[in-house]
């Protein structure tokens, strides 16, 4: 095979959540009353870049054959906390932002430790740790409230030179300086390695809980992210339980859409991007086409289900049956 | 190194405590010091009343925790149980708005649609082979979303009817309320069903090594289906009863069963990768966890302390024994 058909193979899902993307956009646009301006553009990517910060952290994990059920907890933990933080003059505003930071590296560093050095199951510890970071969350915002530096908030919520959203630049960013020297650095290859075959790499002398250990703090790092942009997005700080869960089901939805594979060691974080972006474009879609937003939760629900059913076409291609069986 | 010292206390004990799970020996030892720790705020902790009126609350998360110990003993999760419980509740308060047959087919109905959930679930995990976490997670969504149509985002007005209130909140027995009557029961049918017929040593079989089950002439995946089909319908029942209590449904009144379902079984003792774990180490979980919510809302802790509280008791005890074997 020639070199670009394994970059084919491997980038298939990528490209595939890509098209979902650019159809669904298509449709939304030309049914939108407004049509294709910057100002469509520019609420889209704002609602999508929410999901798209938080899908990338449930990738990093997934990615490792575990699973994250408190990064919707992080994210509403350091919404919570840049809604105290993320105030004042310039230099306590980037001290916040530092901290807000630094508190979602150390949410996903914790899951890490609890993951990788207590040998806990991924699914438990992390539900157990989602509630504890919801209730620090609940502690630090009782009511929905708090404020944030506008001046910031507004720059990055805004467009740049007047049509690019900012918030697609800030996503391009953190890909640029989170998600690309990950994958390509020793702990990223062990990462996939670990979610590819734990005990081949295990082998191999691969750094596995190194490697494991960074994709859950990078995880932490990437939905406070999400947490700060939300705060942005929203002027306030909310301790909302049920918004919580729906942004780790979303971003686990989106990986999926985004062509991660949820037994490990398959996909990237830019398929589950468009994967976050198409699902957001999809739940859009009833409200131009005038449904009754009692709906959407429904809607929501079918097109994951339908999302992870498509998984089930590897079965086609099984030749022996004891493959059913991992 | 401390595995002789134990062997060597443990052979000089009673063959009933040698034989005994850590686990649940654990679990039933946090009990105790609950018990100990809640008689010191307050005298009537330890009074008959209280205590039958904590199993009484302990039989609702015990039957829903029935269900979640046959998926988990599978070695799969189920995440449904928030809306499965909820879709219990609402639909037997929906039937009973529909004449007289409808009060009759109110329960039956709400577990009914609970196990429809659970066979999804079940179709999903054993037949199309997708993770439990994300069938089960998905499923969750899509009765949500129903519910949410059906409701119009409000908790609905149909109350429960005089049969489910029985069931929660009534005594057939003098003193043993029937929430915990209906609890043994179910507890019963399913320690004989675990450790009495070919269903049950087929779950723990799949749980170890579902390939070798399969291989033994086991039609696993049936198995799989009406394990998780017995979870949904639990849940829905559990959701049934709690509506009876509370003598209606509401929107998100499954949410509080998720985490103490699980937590429940896994601090009882069941492994979560399946294949091993004992009903009597569920039901110490159901009852230590209970009290731990009680103990919180004696101390009058508001609902961040409890959750906090929650979680990292749950995570301390899994390390204490709930941890995988290392990878060698």
């Given at each position: 095979m020639?070199?670009?058909r394994?970059?084919l193979a491997?980038?298939?899902g990528t490209?595939l959540?890509?098209?979902i993307f650019?159809?669904m956009f ?11 301006t910057a100002n469509v553009?520019q609420?889209a ?5 929410l999901l ?7 990738t990093?994990?997934?990615?490792t054959?575990?699973i ?6 992080i994210?509403t933990l350091t919404?919570c906390?840049?809604?105290w933080?993320v105030?004042g003059s310039g ?6 932002v530092?901290a807000v930071?630094?508190t979602?590296?150390l949410?996903?560093?914790i899951?890490?430790a609890?993951?990788i050095?207590g040998?806990l ?7 157990a740790?989602?509630?504890v970071?919801?209730g620090?969350?609940l502690?630090?915002?009782p009511?929905?409230g708090g404020?944030?530096?506008e001046?910031?908030?507004d720059?990055?919520?805004g ?5 690019v959203?900012a ?6 960013a ?9 994958s390509?650095?020793v ?5 996939y390695?670990a979610g590819?075959?734990?005990?081949a790499a295990y082998m ?6 190194r490697g494991?250990?960074?994709a859950?703090a990078?995880?932490?790092l990437l939905?406070a992210?999400?947490g700060l942009?939300?705060t942005?997005f929203?002027?306030t700080?909310?301790?909302a339980?049920?918004?919580?869960n729906a942004?780790?089901?979303?971003s686990?939805a ?17 398929g589950a991007?468009?994967?976050a972006?198409?699902?957001?474009t ?11 937003p009692?709906w959407?939760p ?8 339908i999302?992870?059913?498509l998984g089930a076409?590897?079965?086609?291609r ?5 493959e059913?069986?991992l | 190194?401390s ?5 060597g206390i443990?052979?000089r004990?009673?063959k009933?405590i ?10 039933f030892a946090?009990?105790?010091?609950l ?7 307050s ?11 904590q199993?009484?609350v302990?039989?609702f998360l015990?039957v ?8 988990i003993?599978?070695g799969?999760?189920?995440l449904?149980?928030p809306w499965?419980?909820a879709?219990g509740?609402m639909?037997?308060?929906a039937?009973a708005a529909y004449?007289?047959v409808?009060?009759a ?5 709400g ?5 429809l959930?659970g066979i999804?679930?079940?179709?999903g995990?054993?037949?199309l082979?997708i993770?439990?976490?994300?069938i089960?997670?998905?499923t969750?969504?899509?009765a949500q979303?129903l519910?949410v149509?059906?409701t119009g985002?409000f908790?609905p007005?149909?109350s429960a009817t005089a049969a ?6 009534g005594?057939?027995?003098?003193a043993?309320p029937?929430a ?5 029961l179910?507890?019963?049918a399913?320690?004989f069903?675990l450790?009495r017929?070919g269903?049950g040593?087929?779950v ?21 289906m009406?394990?998780?089909?017995v979870?949904g319908g639990?849940s829905a029942?559990?959701g ?6 509370a ?11 998720l985490?103490?379902?699980i937590?429940?079984v896994?601090?009882?003792g069941t492994s979560?990768l399946?294949g091993r774990g004992s009903y009597?180490g569920t039901?110490?979980?159901?009852i230590?966890?209970t009290l731990l919510?009680?103990?919180l809302?004696v ?5 961040a302390?409890r959750?906090?509280i ?8 899994l390390l204490?024994?709930g941890r ?5």
């Amino acid at each position: 095979m020639k070199d670009w058909r394994y970059w084919l193979a491997e980038q298939r899902g990528t490209l595939l959540a890509f098209g979902i993307f650019i159809v669904m956009f298509a449709i939304y646009t030309s049914n939108h009353p407004a049509g294709f301006t910057a100002n469509v553009v520019q609420t889209a990517s704002n609602k999508g870049v929410l999901l798209a910060f938080v899908a990338m952290a449930q990738t990093l994990v997934v990615i490792t054959a575990g699973i994250d059920l408190s990064v919707g907890m992080i994210f509403t933990l350091t919404n919570c906390l840049a809604s105290w933080l993320v105030i004042g003059s310039g230099v306590e505003t980037a001290f916040g932002v530092a901290a807000v930071l630094g508190t979602g590296l150390l949410c996903g560093a914790i899951n890490g430790a609890i993951v990788i050095y207590g040998r806990l199951q991924p699914i438990v510890a992390t539900i157990a740790t989602g509630a504890v970071y919801f209730g620090i969350a609940l502690l630090l915002r009782p009511f929905p409230g708090g404020s944030v530096n506008e001046g910031l908030a507004d720059a990055l919520t805004g467009r740049l030179f007047g049509v690019v959203p900012a918030s697609l630049v800030a996503l391009l960013a953190v890909v640029l300086v989170v998600w690309v020297p990950f994958s390509r650095s020793v702990l990223g290859r062990a990462a996939y390695a670990a979610g590819s075959s734990e005990m081949a790499a295990y082998m191999s002398g691969v750094p596995i809980r190194r490697g494991k250990f960074t994709a859950y703090a990078l995880a932490g790092l990437l939905a406070a992210i999400g947490g700060l942009f939300l705060t942005f997005f929203t002027y306030t700080g909310d301790a909302a339980y049920a918004s919580g869960n729906a942004y780790t089901l979303f971003s686990i939805a989106a990986v999926v859409l985004g062509g991660v594979s949820l037994f490990g060691g398959k996909g990237s974080a830019i398929g589950a991007i468009f994967g976050a972006l198409a699902f957001r474009t999809i739940g859009d879609l009833l409200f131009v086409f005038d449904f009754d937003p009692l709906w959407q939760p429904l809607f929501q629900g079918v097109i994951l289900l339908i999302a992870v059913s498509l998984g089930a076409f590897g079965l086609f291609r099984v030749r022996n049956r004891l493959e059913w069986f991992l | 190194m401390s595995e002789t010292t134990i062997g060597g206390i443990a052979n000089r004990m009673p063959k009933f405590i040698r034989r005994a799970d850590p686990a649940v020996v654990t679990a039933f030892a946090c009990i105790v010091l609950l018990l100990f720790v809640g008689s010191l705020y307050s005298r009537s902790f330890l009074s008959p009343e209280y205590l039958l009126q904590q199993l009484k609350v302990a039989s609702f998360l015990g039957v829903i925790a029935t269900g979640m110990m046959l998926v988990i003993l599978l070695g799969q999760i189920d995440l449904s149980v928030p809306w499965s419980v909820a879709v219990g509740a609402m639909m037997a308060c929906a039937a009973a708005a529909y004449g007289p047959v409808g009060v009759a087919l109110a329960i039956p109905f709400g577990i009914f649609c609970g196990v429809l959930i659970g066979i999804v679930n079940g179709i999903g995990v054993a037949y199309l082979r997708i993770p439990s976490m994300i069938i089960t997670l998905a499923t969750n969504a899509v009765a949500q979303g129903l519910m949410v149509v059906y409701t119009g985002g409000f908790s609905p007005q149909d109350s429960a009817t005089a049969a489910m209130r029985y069931l929660a909140t009534g005594f057939a027995i003098p003193a043993v309320p029937n929430a915990v009557i209906i609890w043994v029961l179910i507890g019963a049918a399913t320690v004989f069903v675990l450790s009495r017929t070919g269903f049950g040593r087929t779950v723990y079989g799949i749980g170890n090594r579902e390939r070798a089950a399969y291989l033994s002439g086991i039609d696993t995946r049936r198995v799989v289906m009406i394990a998780f089909a017995v979870s949904g319908g639990l849940s829905a029942f559990g959701g049934v009863l709690l509506a009876g209590y509370a003598s209606k449904a509401a929107q998100s009144m499954g949410d509080a069963y998720l985490l103490p379902s699980i937590a429940a079984v896994v601090l009882g003792g069941t492994s979560i990768l399946g294949g091993r774990g004992s009903y009597l180490g569920t039901v110490a979980g159901v009852i230590l966890i209970t009290l731990l919510q009680s103990i919180l809302s004696v101390m009058q802790m508001p609902e961040a302390g409890r959750q906090i509280i929650y979680g990292v008791v749950i995570v301390a005890m899994l390390l204490l024994y709930g941890r995988a074997p290392a990878s060698r």
